[in-house]
């Protein structure tokens, strides 16, 4: 298991490295999610590796540090996509929710906000870190849910669009002078 952790971390970077090496569109918003891949494949890495408890902690708050701001980016990217240009108070508002989610996270093993009950086991040679959830880590999953939802329906808004501007098109070419 910690070679197909080792894996998709190599992976990752090697798609990281083709993306900036041989894409044209150059989307500041791609180079961070693969960005935020890689942290979470490395966080998923030094947790399957760790020896005791502090290291899969560390390396949790590394996984968390990628997979945090994922659906944030993954919005941006869609948007950008789809040519909607969001106002800047917008996207700042984004980066401070999803900030103060993670600061969230930085406080795992120093309180009960994120997580309550934290140990480690080895199973078959890999750390798993076992957890019970405090009352904060509901913060997560929630806005994962919401920039996707919002991600959605902006794909789903932009096409309909596109198929009434095709719609008129075609109504506009079906005209005999």
């Not at 500041?28 to 966080?43: E, K, M, P, R």
């Not at 996509?81 to 800047?88: A, E, Q, T």
């Not at 880590?137 to 789903?156: D, N, Q, R």
């Amino acid at each position: 298991m910690t070679y197909l952790y080792f894996g998709c971390l190599i992976v990752s970077i090697g798609v990281l490295f083709w993306l900036k090496l041989f894409d044209v569109r150059n989307s500041i918003n791609q180079v961070l999610i693969f960005l935020c891949a890689v942290a979470s494949n490395f966080g998923y890495y030094l947790v399957a590796v760790a020896d005791d408890l502090g290291s899969a902690i560390v390396a949790q708050i590394y996984t968390y540090a990628g997979g945090m701001f994922l659906p944030a980016l993954f919005l941006f990217l869609v948007m950008e996509v789809c040519h909607i240009k969001p106002h800047r108070v917008i996207n700042i508002t984004i980066l401070i929710i999803q900030s103060v989610a993670f600061s969230f996270v930085c406080t795992i093993g120093k309180n009960d906000l994120f997580y309550k009950d934290m140990s480690i086991s080895k199973v078959m040679g890999v750390t798993v870190l076992e957890k019970s959830y405090g009352p904060l880590h509901v913060v997560y999953p929630l806005t994962m849910v919401v920039y996707l939802a919002v991600a959605f329906f902006i794909i789903i808004h932009t096409f309909m669009v596109m198929s009434c501007h095709i719609i008129s098109f075609a109504d506009f070419r079906s005209i005999k002078l």
